[in-house]
């Protein structure tokens, strides 16, 4: 992983989620983000558009599967268990709880995000098209959609 730059579209003090637009926990996972990120702390993009393949691309992950939600701060990566705690802890109470998983050793942790990962269309759903924000959310995508 290169750490002295950034990947396309961020910036150094940037944090962004990238998520699976297609897939409907994805979805209610972003729209999650939006009602209680009261900070704006974080960006958005999905794995679909142009900037989160140009993120994929530059991590070298696969740019067409995906199993894992990415929280990009700067040029830093995190993946699975670990993104979804750093994302909790820079919300506003009481969602900063739900890091207190970090007591669940990482494999396990790890293991337990790859069961739902894989089986996330089966469990809950898949839209046929990445869907796109709305107009009001637009501002909470990285480049604005």
């Known amino acids: 992983m290169q750490t002295q730059t950034c990947p396309p579209s961020i910036k150094p003090d940037d944090k ?12 209610a996972w972003a729209t999650f983000l939006i009602r209680f990120d009261t900070q704006r702390v974080f960006k958005l993009a999905s794995v679909q558009s142009d900037a989160g393949q140009a993120i994929l691309q530059w991590y070298g992950l696969p740019t067409d599967v995906y199993e894992t939600m990415l929280l990009v701060e700067g040029a830093q990566m995190y993946q699975k268990s670990l993104a979804f705690i750093r994302v909790m802890l820079a919300l506003p109470w009481p969602w900063k709880i739900a890091a207190s998983i970090w007591l669940i050793p990482k494999p396990l942790r790890d293991w337990l995000y790859d069961r739902i990962a894989r089986n996330r269309y089966t469990l809950f759903g898949r839209y046929t098209t990445c869907l796109l924000p709305t107009p009001d959310h637009l501002s909470r995508y990285l480049n604005g959609g």
């Open 16 to 27: 962004v989620v990238l998520f699976d637009g297609e897939c409907k926990l994805c979805h």
